[in-house]
């Protein structure tokens, strides 16, 4: 892709029916206190609430900075990825910054020290951040350990984006986002998700620098239409994922890996095909080698069900019949 770097950053907001949200999310971009120029790019993807009224507002309203996307068909519900047809081509800075229209950035700071450190530490992918986890009906609580400023190691990563820091603290070098691999594809077109695959992809070709501050706040179920609304209740949509996550894993295996990145990654791909096995029902299969291990570790109750389940296979079919799961 074409290097035109004309700014320091360029941020990535992708909205859609966030109407509730989003004039605090575009305020918390324009709060940034900077020594350098930033772009805003902002999609809205044919919402059918105010958000795009809301995007023309600012757009208009500081032109130098916002640039605003409208779509009239919902690129998302075509399975197109916006970030590749709509972001990627106008992206002009020299980093990447990501930010759904629903989370926000709580400190003004938070780019200024971002960009200080991958400017200073070459050798760097990414920087990223603690941040706030807001839920519906809960309070506000920190995402990640106060362990400090630190380096995020693969195998962390590699778990999955729960266990090492949220996207929207994610400042990264653009030729880490703009090319994407083979196994983001993967990752969108059997899942729906990339920033699984994207985090991968930073740990891979570089270090990740992990400030521990929280400077953004993650909405967690904000949005009923999101991808990750739901996943843990709707079994087909859980199904899917975990079987994407597990394409994406396989498809990682055929790039280069140090032994240590290979084992991880393994790792993780038979727990994940653990996963699927509970999900689908395969219980003799979960406490077969090499699976085993992980059923063990599941607890006692895990265990007792599934002797339960595998004693009565009879009850266990019509159970799962009477659910849904098996249709």
């Not at 990223?128 to 106060?146: C, K, M, T, W, Y």
């Not at 400090?148 to 070098?173: N, W």
Request: hydrophobic residues 35%.
């Amino acid at each position: 892709m074409e290097e035109k770097t004309t700014c320091k950053v360029s941020v990535l907001c992708a909205a859609y029916n966030h109407e509730d949200f989003l004039r605090q999310t575009l305020d918390g971009f324009l709060s940034q206190k900077t020594d350098f120029p930033y772009e805003v790019l902002v999609n809205d993807d044919a919402s059918t609430d105010g958000t795009a009224e809301i995007l023309r507002e600012y757009a208009a309203r500081y032109p130098e900075v916002i640039r605003p996307f409208y779509q009239t068909e919902n690129l998302y519900s075509r399975r197109i990825n916006l970030y590749d047809v709509v972001f990627f081509p106008e992206v002009r800075g020299e980093y990447i910054a990501l930010c759904e229209g629903d989370d926000y950035w709580n400190d003004p700071e938070k780019l200024q020290l971002q960009v200080d450190w991958l400017d200073s530490h070459p050798d760097y992918s990414a920087c990223v951040h603690n941040s706030i986890g807001r839920f519906e009906d809960q309070p506000d609580q920190v995402l990640f350990a106060q362990d400090g400023d630190r380096d995020i190691p693969f195998s962390q990563v590699v778990q999955g984006m729960s266990h090492a820091y949220h996207t929207s603290s994610i400042l990264a070098r653009r030729e880490f986002i703009l090319n994407p691999p083979d196994y983001r594809n993967v990752a969108y077109e059997q899942g729906y998700f990339t920033d699984y695959a994207i985090g991968v992809r930073l740990c891979l070709s570089g270090k990740v620098r992990f400030l521990d501050r929280c400077m953004s706040v993650y909405r967690i179920g904000s949005n009923p239409s999101a991808w990750s609304k739901g996943v843990g209740q709707e079994y087909k949509k859980l199904r899917r994922f975990v079987s994407g996550e597990i394409a994406m894993l396989k498809t990682v295996k055929k790039h280069p890996l140090t032994p240590e990145q290979e084992a991880a990654v393994d790792q993780v791909i038979l727990e994940r095909e653990y996963e699927l096995m509970y999900i689908e029902g395969r219980v003799d299969e979960m406490v077969k080698p090499p699976y085993d291990k992980i059923h063990r570790s599941m607890g006692r109750g895990r265990v007792i069900s599934t002797q339960v389940k595998r004693m009565l296979p009879h009850l266990h079919r019509l159970y799962r019949k009477h659910r849904g799961y098996d249709d």
